[in-house]
């Protein structure tokens, strides 16, 4: 196959920006299909506070990696780019344009400039890890992280839980700290590349944030965190949104306070991922209000 005819658009940026919407509206333009991007939206029974694709948009055009995990699966960027990219050289059989769409940036980046390889983490060191995390909490996680490779806990953002898990369980694979085995080499890749993001002002972001918000409980957000922590307290939920409502049923805010602190710490994660993409030169911001046309204007020109 030759990939050089083929293109991938990308249409990340931050949560609640409108990537679902244009991503849709390209892959019905394009006759083709969409591969989610995001780490959350692959988990089955949280569709409402992970703002997964509704049956309407997922009727419009076909997703992949929506809805295809349990909650207790264990899920990487690594895994994803290999993931992603089997399925793009499906899509890329009948189809000269795929669409990947989502917010992760470590997924986006993974696909389209590759990963480091990392040991497969083993079963009992995942294991081993966990229970640390039980037991002891994050603080206990970072403790060890500190003595096995204090590099990487020195820039880890330590509130995320999930990438200090993983460094310390990569660290113990390997037998060496994760620090080193990331090379920041990036690879080179045979198909074009178009990635695009939804510039909005900082007030309309936020806005369209805390609306969100109230639709997700207005949908019943709350019913679906309780039917998901009645299964286990998994990492997937280590997420906005449902760490609030534990905290709310755990006695420590009231409703008002976390349904507040929700749209408080998903404005937070919004800046976070416009300062990642900030950084990144490939990105075409687009203008809202004619974001589809330019985008199909640039898809098109060759």
């Given at each position: 196959?030759?990939?050089?005819?083929?293109?991938?658009?990308?249409?990340?940026?931050?949560?609640?920006?409108g990537?679902?919407?244009?991503?849709?509206?390209?892959?019905?333009?394009?006759?083709?299909?969409?591969?989610?991007?995001?780490?959350?939206?692959?988990?089955?029974?949280i569709?409402?506070?992970?703002?997964?694709?509704?049956?309407?948009?997922?009727?419009?055009?076909?997703?992949?990696?929506?809805?295809?995990?349990?909650?207790?699966?264990?899920?990487?960027?690594?895994?994803?780019?290999?993931?992603?990219?089997?399925?793009?050289?499906?899509?890329?059989?009948?189809?000269d344009?795929?669409?990947?769409?989502?917010?992760?940036?470590?997924?986006?980046?993974?696909?389209?400039h590759?990963?480091?390889?990392?040991?497969?983490?083993?079963?009992?060191?995942?294991?081993?890890?966990?229970?640390?995390?039980?037991?002891h909490?994050?603080?206990?996680?970072?403790?060890?992280?500190?003595?096995?490779?204090?590099?990487?806990?020195?820039?880890?953002?330590?509130?995320?839980?999930?990438?200090?898990?993983?460094?310390?369980?990569?660290?113990?694979?390997?037998?060496?700290?994760?620090?080193?085995?990331?090379?920041?080499?990036?690879?080179?890749?045979?198909?074009?590349?178009?990635?695009?993001?939804?510039?909005?002002?900082?007030?309309?972001?936020?806005?369209?944030?805390?609306?969100?918000?109230?639709?997700?409980?207005?949908?019943?957000?709350?019913?679906?965190?309780?039917?998901?922590?009645?299964?286990?307290?998994?990492?997937?939920?280590?997420?906005v949104?449902?760490?609030?409502?534990?905290?709310?049923?755990?006695?420590?805010?009231?409703?008002?306070?976390?349904?507040?602190?929700?749209?408080?710490?998903?404005?937070?994660?919004?800046?976070?991922?416009?300062?990642?993409?900030?950084?990144?030169?490939?990105?075409?911001?687009?203008?809202?209000?004619?974001?589809?046309?330019?985008?199909?204007?640039?898809?098109d020109?060759?």
């Amino acid at each position: 196959m030759d990939l050089s005819a083929k293109t991938l658009v990308v249409v990340t940026g931050p949560t609640a920006s409108g990537k679902t919407a244009l991503a849709v509206a390209l892959a019905e333009h394009y006759g083709t299909e969409i591969i989610s991007a995001d780490s959350r939206q692959l988990y089955r029974d949280i569709p409402i506070g992970t703002a997964a694709p509704t049956p309407e948009e997922r009727g419009r055009a076909f997703h992949h990696l929506v809805g295809i995990l349990g909650l207790d699966a264990y899920y990487s960027a690594a895994r994803f780019e290999e993931d992603a990219l089997a399925i793009l050289r499906t899509i890329w059989q009948s189809r000269d344009i795929a669409v990947v769409c989502g917010g992760s940036m470590m997924y986006v980046d993974a696909l389209c400039h590759g990963i480091d390889e990392m040991p497969t983490v083993s079963d009992s060191v995942r294991a081993y890890v966990l229970s640390l995390l039980d037991a002891h909490g994050l603080e206990g996680v970072l403790a060890q992280l500190q003595i096995v490779d204090p590099d990487y806990y020195a820039e880890v953002d330590r509130a995320n839980t999930r990438r200090v898990v993983h460094a310390l369980e990569v660290s113990l694979e390997a037998g060496v700290p994760f620090s080193s085995l990331r090379t920041g080499r990036s690879r080179s890749r045979d198909f074009r590349i178009l990635k695009f993001a939804i510039s909005r002002d900082r007030a309309d972001l936020f806005d369209r944030i805390n609306r969100r918000v109230d639709a997700m409980i207005a949908d019943g957000l709350e019913d679906e965190a309780v039917r998901a922590a009645s299964r286990g307290d998994f990492n997937s939920l280590n997420t906005v949104g449902y760490k609030e409502l534990a905290a709310m049923r755990r006695g420590e805010m009231d409703r008002p306070t976390a349904i507040a602190r929700i749209a408080k710490n998903t404005r937070v994660y919004a800046k976070k991922q416009l300062t990642w993409l900030k950084r990144d030169p490939d990105v075409i911001w687009l203008c809202p209000d004619t974001a589809f046309a330019d985008a199909v204007r640039m898809i098109d020109s060759k």
